[in-house]
């Protein structure tokens, strides 16, 4: 009963008006904003790098950006990007591409907005992202507050579900399956590892982030490209497939059909939101804790975010299956679809990096989300104890994952999700005059030199 009630409410919250909304505020925006995250792609990659001391924060620009990728590179980059490819065929990655092209736009715009209106807590820490955002730039403060509070409560429920439960039952997996180690030793271990890293704070999690997410997102793009390389003659093809797949209405019966096109579509929009993030709001909650004086470059340096998230590692990733033809026979999906593409060129050693993989994405992911359900725990009750009692909770429901298993939550996480969403983009669409001016302005400095 409760799994068809959560069926029900996945297919309406996910359906097509939501896909709309998604792709058409990033459409929106990447009009509104002159194409300038696009035009402005290699300069944000280079502020990525560059040393900015200026302006209040807890935390580097740097560190902000790898931990809302720790967040973001996960599950979905492994699996997610299989599932697109076994459900909506080669095509689906070309819409995955759509969607990341406009979701740069989106999460220049939700990172702009937390910069802008964050505040100080009692302690001294930034508290911002779209919650902030609501209370302090609607006129009507009751909308605002309303909707801030909406956001909010669903962000601390995502952070249990797709932030810890689902990503420690990965981690549990991948090391059962692989190291045969118990899932409830994994889950004790996690547990205290995630708790020490909590007691530090933001710039713990910073800090942690700032080692793991480069280190690991390297290792396994490299044995992905190692993949591509053994198959590098089946790419020129799986690229044709892809670009048919996205596009073509014709049928195998020689006749018209929009249905294959419209399943790639859905398929390859909703798996790359679910990696990328780019309109749920999550990732603006670390962007307001960077240490900066400008709303727009901050901006400019998390759009990134979804750059590398899916238009480089999803990528990798549907190159490395597309080209290693498992597509075509295997029947499996998620992370086994992707295991069989590595095993099939670099043998057992490309299963072994997938499951390892997969292991540090979620953990990071567990690292990201907990600050993302703390800050937003902060915003609805405002006492130190409910923080240290969040993050106590926290890391104890980090073995309750490892040791269960979660279909349910995966689909109440999806819906906690769009939950999230919705408030998110009525607050982006509303305040995007004030995206403008904050874009236009830094375009301006940057003309003259001043960036």
């Keep these: 009963m409760l799994t068809d009630i959560l069926d029900i409410l996945y297919e309406f919250l996910w359906g097509p008006a939501m896909l709309l909304l998604l792709v058409g505020t990033g459409i929106f925006l990447t009009v509104r904003l002159k194409f300038l995250p696009w035009r402005n792609l290699f300069h944000a990659l280079r502020l990525v790098f560059t040393k900015h001391e200026k302006g209040e924060g807890d935390i580097s620009p740097f ?3 790898m931990t809302s990728l720790a967040a973001t590179i996960g599950t979905g980059n492994i699996a997610g990007v299989a599932t697109a490819l076994a459900i909506g065929g080669a095509g689906a990655v070309v819409w995955m591409w759509i969607a990341a092209l406009f979701g740069i736009s989106t999460k220049y715009a939700e990172s702009v907005l937390a910069v802008k209106y964050r505040e100080k807590n009692a302690a001294g820490e930034m508290c911002g992202g779209p919650m902030y955002a609501m209370k302090n730039g609607f006129r009507i403060k009751t909308l605002g507050k309303a909707l801030a509070a909406i956001f909010s409560v669903f962000t601390v429920l995502a952070s249990f579900g797709i932030g810890n439960m689902a990503q420690a039952n990965s981690i549990s997996s991948g090391l059962m399956s692989v190291f045969k180690v118990p899932p409830w030793l994994c889950g004790i271990f996690l547990a205290i590892v995630v708790m020490l890293i909590l007691l530090g704070g933001i710039k713990s999690i910073g800090k942690v982030c700032s080692i793991i997410v480069p280190a690991m997102a390297a290792g396994y793009i490299l044995c992905a490209m190692a993949v591509v390389f053994i198959n590098i003659e089946n790419i020129p093809s799986g690229l044709c497939d892809m670009i048919k797949g996205a596009f073509s209405l014709r049928c195998a019966g020689g006749g018209f059909s929009g249905e294959a096109v419209v399943l790639a579509m859905r398929s390859g929009i909703s798996k790359g939101v ?10 603006p909650i670390a962007a307001a804790a960077a240490n900066t004086d400008s709303p727009s470059r901050q901006g400019y340096i998390n759009m990134t975010g979804t750059f590398f998230d899916t238009l480089l590692v999803c990528t990798i990733t549907a190159l490395a299956i597309s080209s290693s033809g498992v597509l075509e026979y295997s029947k499996s999906s998620g992370a086994y679809l992707t295991i069989e593409a590595f095993e099939s060129a670099l043998g ?4 072994i990096t997938v499951a390892l993989g997969l292991v540090f994405f979620a953990f990071s992911t567990i690292i990201g989300w907990e600050y993302y359900g703390e800050k937003s725990l ?10 240290i009692g969040y993050r106590a909770v926290y890391s104890a429901v980090c073995f309750v994952g490892a040791i269960s298993h979660l279909e349910l939550v995966w689909r109440f996480s999806d819906i906690t999700n769009a939950l999230m969403a919705i408030p998110n983009l009525i607050c ?3 305040l995007s005059n004030i995206v403008a001016k904050e874009c236009f302005k830094y375009q301006d400095r940057k003309k003259k030199g001043l960036q």
Aim: proline fraction near 0%; glycine fraction near 14%; avoid cysteine.
């Design 428 to 430: 982006i669409l509303l």
């Design 348 to 351: 057992s050693f490309g299963g």
């Design 378 to 387: 902060e915003y609805l009750v405002r006492a130190k104890k409910a923080v």
């Design 63 to 65: 560190q902000s950006l």
């Design 274 to 283: 679910f990696s990328n993030e780019a309109g749920l709001g999550s990732a």
